[in-house]
């Protein structure tokens, strides 16, 4: 009786699972001994491989197994509703290997970013997010193609309508679109980068980069909240990328007495001198220092230079050090700072 119980149709099942149950736990030891042999290389591919077919592979083993276990039982029984079965296999293949591509992109993501900044080098988060974004919607797009070529759908006719749909749907989300472009654009020519400090010159924006997203930015404002740019606005306004910035220039008047017009000479020789020589200030740059007015109540002196230092703290710590200099020069000579003053002549006639 026992005997006449496994037929070939249940041995061939039974056959079927245990391949299944044996490759699923042989990949299983297959991936994690190369993990441990991944994690003493240097390589980025390999991590990022092996932890994007943790969870694709073990299902695509159970799918190849499911697939073969119910053609058998079509082949036996011929019930009609496992006629689908070989364009649910393959959607199942198409899903799996989707998964994977999407999983591998973001492990490599996060692999060279971490990796630039265990060398200690600067994270060009903007690049890559850009990169992986496009990879993960060509991923999704050729994926929807595949699963409706496998459905039955014609590609090519899917693609003409997509040609004549997409003008009636370009008019209808042409701002949705401008500012898709226009975070297309942000990450091709990297004006900014995440964590970049930015500026406008013609509209109200300032701030730090905190995310490049495909429809917005956000910005961290000097008063910490947030700012929430469209993209396409970048495509149309000057964009001032202050974190690239390599000098800030000092512009000063400084304004003296009238009477202490003989010692501008000497003052302001020893003003130059002081900015020649100082460790902060760019002396290749322009640097200028010069009598340059006479106004109505002072001797004024021009004075223009250009310093290392770009951060606001630092800038303002370099600059209070130059006119903290500046007035000790000016009290050297004797001299003094102008401050406004009326002259008033009184005729005393007999």
Not at 118 to 139: E, F, H, M, Q
Not at 206 to 231: C, D, F, K
Request: hydrophobic share 50%.
């Amino acid at each position: 009786m026992m005997h006449n119980a496994f037929t070939p149709e249940i041995i061939r099942l039974l056959l079927i699972i245990v391949a299944t149950l044996s490759a699923h736990f042989f990949a299983s030891r297959a991936l994690n001994r190369a993990a441990a042999l991944a994690a003493h290389t240097d390589n980025l591919w390999d991590d990022a491989l092996i932890a994007a077919a943790r969870k694709p592979l073990p299902m695509l083993i159970w799918l190849s197994g499911l697939a073969f276990v119910l053609h058998l039982v079509h082949r036996q029984t011929g019930e009609q509703l496992l006629e689908y079965l070989a364009p649910a296999r393959n959607l199942g293949f198409i899903i799996c290997t989707a998964w994977f591509l999407f999983k591998l992109i973001r492990e490599l993501a996060d692999n060279v970013i971490a990796k630039r900044l265990a060398n200690g080098a600067g994270s060009d988060r903007t690049t890559v997010d850009g990169l992986s974004k496009i990879s993960r919607i060509t991923v999704f797009v050729v994926s929807i193609l595949m699963v409706m070529q496998t459905l039955g759908f014609s590609v090519s006719g899917v693609l003409a309508f997509g040609g004549v749909g997409g003008i009636a749907v370009g008019f209808a989300a042409k701002d949705l679109l401008a500012n898709l472009f226009g975070g297309l654009m942000v990450h091709l020519d990297r004006p900014f980068n995440i964590g970049d400090k930015i500026r406008s010159p013609d509209k109200q924006i300032e701030g730090q980069v905190e995310h490049i997203g495909w429809r917005q930015t956000s910005l961290r404002g000097a008063n910490m909240a947030m700012l929430y740019v469209p993209n396409a606005l970048f495509t149309a306004i000057i964009v001032e990328n202050v974190t690239r910035m390599s000098h800030k220039k000092i512009q000063e008047t400084i304004a003296l007495r009238y009477q202490d017009l003989p010692k501008l000479t000497a003052i302001i020789a020893d003003i130059k001198a002081m900015l020649s020589v100082h460790p902060d200030i760019d002396s290749s740059e322009n640097l200028l220092v010069a009598f340059n007015q006479l106004a109505d109540s002072s001797v004024n002196i021009a004075l223009l230079a250009n310093t290392r230092a770009t951060s606001l703290l630092e800038y303002h710590q370099v600059k209070q050090d130059i006119l903290f200099k500046v007035a000790d020069i000016v009290a050297a000579h004797a001299a003094d700072f102008a401050f406004p003053t009326h002259t008033l002549h009184i005729n005393q006639s007999s």
